[in-house]
């Protein structure tokens, strides 16, 4: 087809030769997709599990190649399908109007020339004097603009001047209909036209260069693909998902797709399948790892130092996902909004019957620490509890905005992200294999009041069973039980050494207690002071949020936590408060959180309320 598409063109075109032909370049996607796996899993991996020599990483790097190449012609070919189906598709609005256009004029005895014009016959019509007298038939061209008022008797322009008669005749009632008409075949012709021409130059960018090697930037050349396949054909797609459903309704809906349905989803919207909670792991891993380069591209395009920050982290995301990890990484959810969103398990959350999704909190946000030092926490925790029961995932939730700093620390963010992280923890509870998975909620630092205003929703957070809370400043509740979930499944690790457990109420920051002791510096402690636990009040059991969850009044579960280095504030280090999940640094609380999130608590060592 070209720019030169006609009424009759458009009249005879047969849309379903166009799906035919994308079922076509379907197959040829899938057939890649299904050599790609055969050269990862049966001749990749089996190469490397066998082998070690400079001619077996020379043979990985071929075999590297060669899965990049099918990864292409899959992705691509895919492409050309999407965007065969959505010129189909796009082009049955126009092809439905034309048809029900020409029905019409054919109804009314017009006639529809080659060149869209319409003609109408000549009729009797009654002059002011009530006198018969013949309205001479014509031809309406049509205009391809919003339709006009037209009144009864038509524009002005269609008025005409009766032969042997001295005033105005009454238009032929034929002139009317056949303009509008005419005016709708121009339309229906137009938006066609225009259809065609942005498919055209779509389809004519979906070409290989001479000689497949794919490179760094011919993976950029197929991000770009993907974006403008998007944004031509991607309306349909956009349209059919339930994004204001539950998602338990998402997950009803995916399933009901058909499996060319689903991956056409996955190569052209990545974007809108990636982040929806009610979708399975593995398809929302593999829709954020095809949308991961698009996002780099996207803020790379943006600038400036935040954007910066961000594509960083996601590089060395990326890197991260493209090695073999323990356990495997699923990515459940990416972007950059606000301080930058990222969602990443270990282990698939799926599949396992413990899983546990934990909440970073002060001063988290995505960048090179997140993807370096915090996720690494999930890391520990999934392996550990893989030693209590193999059957276990952990998940790190920065679904959220922390804040940044003691100083606008206040419920709002916290207040923000509960929703957020109760539909995602109810897309867990839907998409987990098992009838009735065991899932802990853990929440360190801020991420504890986050989780603890989410358990304070109605009807908690979905799907929990346990509460971790870890170096908290308090979950804005006065008693372990208001969480959900009964006090002896309410657990607490709390180092003496760490200030973040004991920021002072904001009664008694208002009053000036401990004189600022714990507001300024870092993490509000004036630089050249060394405090110890000496420092608190060890009789006041209210902390900044509410009721110090470590205290016997507030009555969850303490279990035994190393105390952390004394704080050196000068030197800004509060490592106290970052090592529970280290099994190095805290043996005693990586070993109790990993014992609760495999289903043990009841081998957990307890420790003394404060």
Known sequence: MTLTLTWQMLRDLKTSGLTQAGDRWHEVS????????????AMSAK?????ESESAEAALRGLRRLSRNFQYLQTECGLVRTALNGLAGDLAEPQSQLKQALDDAAALNLTVREDGSVSYPATEVADMTGAKREAPGGNSQGDARLPLDRSGLGPPGQRSLHPGYSGFVPTNPNA????????????AVRSAQEIDARYAKVLHGLRAEKGLDVTAATLKDVARDTADVRSTAGMHLAEGIPQDKDPAERKRWWDGLSEEQRQEYL???????GDLDGIPAVMRDEANRRHLPLLIEALERRGGDDAKDKIDALRMLQDKLEKPSNPPMFLLGIGSEGNGRAIVSYGDPDASKHVAAYVPGLGTKLDGDFVEETMKRAQDTALGAQEVDPSSAAIIWLGYDAPQNVDVMDKGDAQRGAPAYNEFMSGLSVTNAHEDPHVTAIGHSYGSLTVGTAAQQAG????VDDVILLGSPGVDAQKATELGVGKGHVFVGAADNDPVTHLPSKREVGLGVIAGSVLGGPLGVPAG????????????????????PASEAFGAQRFRVDDGPRMVFEAGLFDAHSQYFDPVKDQDSAESIAKIVGGSPEHIVREKHR
């Open 30 to 41: 899938s057939r890649s997709a299904a050599d790609r796996g055969q050269v990862d899993r």
């Open 47 to 51: 190469l490397r599990e066998t082998q």
């Open 176 to 187: 009317a209909k056949a303009q509008e008409v005419a005016d709708r075949i121009a339309r």
């Open 460 to 463: 908690g957070i979905p799907g």
């Open 267 to 273: 190569k052209v919207a990545p974007d809108l399948i």
């Open 529 to 548: 002071i060394e405090v110890g636990r000496d420092l608190f009040d060890a009789g006041n059991d209210d902390v900044y949020f509410g009721k110090d």
